[in-house]
């Protein structure tokens, strides 16, 4: 099943995909985030954060990865 991830402020919701309700909730001051499947809107604002944790790492893990590389060759290359 798909839900409509929405957010007001520091508000987070899961409706379920309906076009209608979604246009609800959007006229009561929320902002459209995301459109994920899962099984309930727990699973839903679950799986938003996961996503959201994962787009975070990766940049994080090639940094870490690459300072030591440029500290190293810049040592190298000033030798």
Same mark, same amino acid.
């Given at each position: ?14 409706? =379920? ?27 839903? &604002? ?12 990766? =940049? ?7 300072? =030591? &590389? ?10």
């Amino acid at each position: 099943m798909d839900f409509y991830i929405l957010k007001k402020q520091q508000e987070i919701i899961a409706i =379920p995909a309906d076009e209608q309700n979604c246009k609800q909730y959007l006229e009561q001051g929320f902002s459209y985030v995301d459109k994920v499947a899962a099984c309930n809107e727990q699973s839903a &604002l679950k799986s938003l954060q996961t996503r959201q944790t994962k787009t975070f790492k990766a =940049p994080a893990v090639a940094l870490i990865l690459v300072v =030591p &590389l440029v500290i190293f060759a810049w040592m190298q290359l000033t030798r």
